[in-house]
Nanobody
């Protein structure tokens, strides 16, 4: 139902754009999030965008990442700039009908994950 793409290998300071395509007709009503999980660490929400377009970011990515959505195309993107080695992780897009939640437990719909590796 969610298909993530756009990961890859980039040098520190570089940029990547992740995209997530949804196959649900109710996409516009869903709150979307991008999570990441580094080896040995818990999955964390880095950015979310509500059904009305309001956005929130985790502190480590503020000013560097931008989340956006296109309801007509049923896609949500994560533009990442000034990437750091600590941004290395598998990135997942997820969807929920629950507004304002940061917990992955409240997101029932998940994409397959895409690897982002930032070299120093």
């Amino acid at each position: 139902q969610l298909q993530a793409s756009g990961g890859g290998l980039v040098q520190a300071g570089g940029s990547l754009r992740l995209s997530c395509a949804a196959s649900r007709s109710i996409f516009s009503a869903l709150n979307m999030g991008w999570f990441r999980q580094a080896p040995g660490k818990q999955r964390e929400l880095v950015a979310r965008i509500s059904s009305d377009g309001s956005t929130n970011y985790a502190d480590p990515v503020k000013g560097r990442f931008t989340i956006s959505r296109d309801n007509a195309k049923e896609t949500v993107d994560l533009q990442m700039h000034s990437l750091k080695p600590e941004d290395t992780a598998v990135y997942y897009c997820a969807a929920t009908s629950v507004p304002g939640t940061w917990s992955p437990r409240n997101y029932p719909y998940w994409g397959q994950g895409t690897q982002v590796t930032v070299s120093s």
